[in-house]
């Protein structure tokens, strides 16, 4: 070690620096930093990142674990200018409730949207399952008390879970997969399988079905999003058979669906559209060390370039945003004893495919 870093590294130490080096370029100095954001709870995990109002916010859950009984989840939600600072404006909470995975959105009444799961374990199973909501004022610092959201009887509803909505033109889509006691996998002989549907918004608090998505073995968290035509992309786990993810693409209104089966299995999938023939997606790796991973994809999900965030166990479930020619990005990983919150930014060069 010359000199020179030498004193950076201890410079690191005075100032309580938690960046870590994700990537070297050629010459050997970082092109993607990352920075542990949250730390004081036994277990943060479940992400989310969005802009608004010239800040990124950031949600998550506290827990004493990955999945507890009642009451061991709350939302916590955190603001930025800059990335750098961090402030937490909302915490969350519902007596006997485990409230999971908030997911960040902003309607078309410019107020941030939280989609979370109220949920009650026993066993480590859910005997309860229903989506909640809590929206915020404009300013963006008070946040109402989360609510159930209501769900299409058309589907109906059992346990449910609306894992993310992505707003279009006035109307907000989501992913509720449902646990249907009564509905069965033909690919897994019979067992309980869980449900897809499509459902819409527009008021973030009743959820109307549009369609049923056409994917076996036990569909689960998902992502929609759009590209500049109105053409919705739909990112699915699975969770049973060969666990592949799947990319699901229709036009409006969204009935006639199309299905890429992926060469990778996701966890907590995320993605958005880096260009007009990319995706860049966001999951967990499962490969013999766990890690975070971020894939630059053709628009049918074959992945082209892989990047791993410093990670490792439980871990996963990024957030993501485009902004200032970089890709910020919020996960949690267990690498450094326990689950923590971290933000990675990732210059668009480094996204480049040669």
Known sequence: MTKYHTWLWVLALLVGSTSIRAQSTPAGESAISVKKIWDQSPHSAFTD??????????SFREGISHVGGKNSGKVRILKS?????????ALLEIDDLDLR???????????????MAGAVFENGLSQQLFPMVSFSDQTGMNFSRPEKAVIDPAVQPTQDWIWRVTWHNGVGYGIDYQ???????????????????????????YFEKVAQLDVEDLPNEATVRFDKKGKMYVL????????????????????????????????????????AKQLVMGTRLYEAKTTTGILVTDLNGVVKKTLKLPSEGDTSYPGMVLYQKKLWVSYYSAHEGKANIYLAKIPLKELKVK
């Open 49 to 58: 990142l969005i802009r608004f109002n010239n800040h990124f916010y950031c």
């Open 81 to 89: 200018r800059d990335g750098a600072q961090w402030e937490s404006v």
């Open 101 to 115: 995975d908030p997911k960040l959105s902003v309607t078309p009444q410019r107020q941030i949207m939280v989609i």
């Open 179 to 205: 646990l249907k006691e009564n509905a069965r996998d033909r690919k897994t002989l019979g067992k309980r399988a869980w449900l897809a549907y499509v459902l819409k918004t527009t008021d973030g608090r």
């Open 236 to 275: 699915v786990r699975r969770e049973a058979g060969d666990q592949l993810g799947v990319l699901a693409q229709s036009t409006f209104p969204y009935q006639d669906w199309t299905y890429h089966k992926l060469g990778l299995r996701l966890g907590g999938p995320n993605f958005l559209f880096l260009n």
